[in-house]
């Protein structure tokens, strides 16, 4: 079974500073997606990562992914308030018809 | 392409009643997908449609649980007998490759007093 684990699950952040999330899973999948969710509201896709060694940046965030050792992680840069949601990683199901697995997420909070 | 869209956005019931969710996908995608997401969790996948088929539905989706998409475009979620265990978001996806990724609806949230 295509298990997920994303640490930290709580991050409290100064604005200016860097961290990184990170994305475990447990077999192999070669697609990876990064959501925000803010809170009540629905999903916001930030990245597809498809392939070993794929990294994409939006403005702060930059994403990565090592498919051998099934790992991705999220990189933040200087956060800013606007940050703050919480942040889902999500792994295809390749078994199946591509039905996604998700992680637990991790809460952002960017303070002053 | 104005999205994935959801109907209701809110939902009150009282157990045992049966509810009803829509789903209108973005109009070239022909792969739609109902998840689920309780409080503080990932969503949970529940069922899949390729066009108008049904091709995978996941364990969490007991016998109370039925889904549609009968012309291929918008697709219904149905929760028959409804128990306050039921209470969640209900997330639409819809997808026009996995390599495009899935673009998420504003999600249906039902309360189930």
């Known amino acids: 079974e295509l298990k997920v684990e994303q640490n930290p699950l709580f991050l409290s952040m100064q604005e200016g500073k860097n961290y990184t999330i990170y994305c475990n899973y447990s077999t192999t999948s070669d697609r990876l997606y990064w959501y925000r969710q803010d809170p009540g509201k629905s999903l916001e896709s930030l990245f597809v990562l498809l392939s070993n060694g794929a990294v994409k940046q939006e403005g702060r965030l930059m994403a990565s992914l090592d498919t051998k050792a099934r790992l991705s992680t999220l990189h933040i840069t200087a956060a800013v308030h606007d940050l703050s949601a919480t942040y889902f990683c999500?792994?295809?199901?390749?078994?199946?018809?591509?039905?996604?697995?998700f992680g637990k997420g991790t809460k952002l909070s960017v303070k002053p | 392409d104005t999205g994935v869209s959801q109907n209701p956005r809110h939902k009150i019931t009282k157990r045992g009643q049966n509810v009803t969710f829509r789903c209108d996908p973005i109009s070239e995608h022909n792969r739609l997908y109902w998840y689920r997401q309780t409080l503080g969790q990932g969503p949970e996948f529940l069922t899949y449609f390729q066009n108008e088929a049904q091709l995978e539905k996941s364990r969490l989706l007991s016998d109370r649980f039925s889904a549609e998409r009968p012309k291929g475009s918008f697709s219904t979620l149905e929760i028959q007998r409804t128990e306050q265990g039921d209470s969640a978001m209900y997330l639409c996806?819809?997808?026009?490759?996995?390599?495009?990724?899935?673009?998420f609806g504003s999600g249906t949230r039902l309360t189930v007093v």
């Open positions: 999500a792994v295809d199901n390749s078994r199946s018809q591509g039905n996604l697995i």
């Open positions: 996806a819809s997808s026009r490759d996995r390599n495009y990724g899935y673009t």
